[in-house]
């Protein structure tokens, strides 16, 4: 089992960036693929990025943050990032962290097994 927390959340201006980290306790997190989902007000969770275990040598993005948002992981310190570039009033919302037991990484929800609280994005115009 997976324990993740995130962080790194916070208001910026349009255009900002930010870098949000989710930290994992548990063991062989090196084995687990990564997503980042996020939830605005009022909508459903949607996917934002994956990144397959081990070397994270995959990557996937959802069509809306392609270009903008880069996903990474340090297994030495269990630790999986998302940077996020040039963002947009569009990209508030809460974003979770979240480990799966699939691979190659996947983009439904119902594939993540281990959710964090989140941490709040707010971007302002």
């Known amino acids: 089992q997976v324990q993740v927390v995130e962080s790194g959340g916070g208001l910026v201006q349009a255009g900002g960036s930010l870098r949000l980290s989710c930290a994992a306790s548990?063991?062989?997190?090196?084995?687990?693929?990564m997503g980042w989902f996020r939830q605005a007000p009022g909508k459903e969770r949607e996917f934002v990025s994956a990144?397959?275990?081990?070397?994270?040598?995959?990557?996937t993005y959802a069509d809306s943050v392609k270009g903008r948002f880069t996903i990474s992981r340090d297994n030495a310190k269990n630790t999986v990032y998302l940077q996020m570039n040039s963002l947009k009033p569009e990209d508030t919302a809460v974003y979770y962290c979240?480990?799966?037991?699939?691979?190659?990484?996947?983009?439904?929800?119902?594939?993540?097994?281990?959710w964090g609280q989140g941490t709040q994005v707010t971007v302002s115009s």
């Open positions: 979240a480990a799966s037991r699939y691979s190659p990484p996947r983009t439904r929800i119902d594939d993540y097994y281990y």
């Open positions: 548990g063991r062989s997190f090196s084995s687990y693929p």
């Open positions: 990144i397959s275990r081990e070397g994270g040598g995959v990557t």
